[in-house]
């Protein structure tokens, strides 16, 4: 390993396809101005991505899993492979764009206090991908989300209290959380508060860490005039049909509270989620239409309400 290395570029793979070999591309197109490597981390992969990387001419390391770890724990084995003293986290269907990578480093670089920086996300076809968002939510912005009541709201005021898809990610901001497509971060941030938390296999885990860097003081920062076209879910989708992704989706942003909020707040916030999708599970029977979806994220809530009134009110009861 080259200790002169002062960035690790880390990119977990689990059947990535083509969208590997075109992001690890992407960044030897418009490499860093620091010395670098980038580690692929790989998951036990078989549908050949692997090998599309394997001839590319570069500062490639390959790390090949003999399982399926899950995103938090082979990106944590491979932090802990480098030495760098800043970790740049890219998912295998991102692609950096010219000087990307550089005005992240930049942000940490000007200011010791941020713990993490995230650029601006697209879609493929350009459009802006929302990316940022409450840290965690309460009961009001589960409300005004579900049940779409932001419309009744100044767009101002709309963008400043939800971001996500209210707000046009257009301006330079310290932030309370962002998606960990691409999440560029200090070492030394992560010796102080510890790496990604390996309880989560596949969600949740950037926004739990996000509010574990908080509570230890780290700012996080976004920068828009870095830009990462993501192309979104494509190896979640290799795993689960849709419907599965977002059932374990839901499952994880109630693992990510649970484990972020007082078991008191975890109960509003689930409370509030069951009034939402009481509501609307009502709507859909009123209009006799399918609520499978409805059902089995009922039945979560039904099972962490459980969970969290014995944390509560019965402690040792089984």
């Given at each position: 390993?080259?200790?002169?290395?002062?960035?690790t570029i880390v990119i977990v793979n689990w059947n990535g396809g083509e969208l590997l070999?075109?992001?690890?591309?992407?960044?030897?197109?418009?490499?860093?101005?620091?010395?670098?490597?980038?580690?692929?981390a790989d998951n036990a992969s078989t549908d050949g991505s692997l090998e599309g990387v394997r001839t590319l001419a570069g500062p490639l390391r390959l790390i090949e899993n003999g399982a399926n770890l899950g995103f938090a724990k082979a990106n944590n084995l491979a932090i802990a492979a480098s030495r760098a003293p800043w970790i740049f986290l890219l998912n295998p269907d991102a692609e950096v764009t010219p000087g990307a990578i550089d005005k992240l480093l930049a942000i940490l670089q000007a200011d010791p206090k941020i713990g993490a920086c995230a650029p601006r996300l697209l879609n493929t076809d350009g459009s802006l991908q929302p990316s940022v968002w409450r840290n965690p939510p309460n009961?009001?912005?589960?409300?005004?989300?579900?049940?779409?009541?932001?419309?009744?709201?100044?767009?101002?005021?709309?963008?400043?209290?939800?971001?996500?898809?209210?707000?046009?990610?257009?301006?330079?901001?310290?932030?309370?959380?962002?998606n960990g497509a691409a999440m560029f971060v200090r070492r030394s941030m992560?010796?102080?508060?510890?790496?990604?938390?390996?309880?989560?296999?596949?969600?949740?885990e950037d926004g739990e860490w996000c509010a574990r860097m908080r509570k230890h003081g780290w700012q996080l920062f976004f920068e828009p005039a870095a830009e990462v076209i993501h192309h979104g879910g494509q190896s979640a989708l290799k795993r689960w049909t849709n419907h599965e992704r977002r059932l374990q989706e839901i499952d994880a942003w109630f693992r990510y509270q649970k484990a972020v909020l007082s078991p008191l707040s975890f109960v509003c916030n689930t409370l509030t989620h069951a009034l939402v999708m009481g509501g609307l599970r009502l709507k859909r029977a009123l209009v006799r239409q399918p609520a499978e979806y409805l059902d089995?994220?009922?039945?979560?809530?039904?099972?962490?309400?459980?969970?969290?009134?014995?944390?509560?009110?019965?402690?040792?009861?089984?």
């Open positions: 390993m080259n200790q002169a290395v002062e960035l070999r075109r992001c690890v591309e992407s960044v030897l197109a418009y490499p860093p101005n620091v010395s670098y490597e980038i580690v692929v009961a009001l912005t589960i409300l005004l989300e579900g049940w779409q009541l932001y419309r009744l709201l100044p767009a101002r005021w709309r963008s400043e209290l939800l971001l996500g898809q209210h707000w046009g990610h257009d301006k330079q901001r310290n932030v309370t959380g962002f992560i010796e102080n508060i510890g790496a990604l938390d390996e309880s989560f296999e596949m969600y949740g089995a994220v009922m039945q979560l809530q039904v099972k962490y309400l459980k969970q969290s009134c014995r944390e509560l009110f019965g402690r040792g009861t089984p």
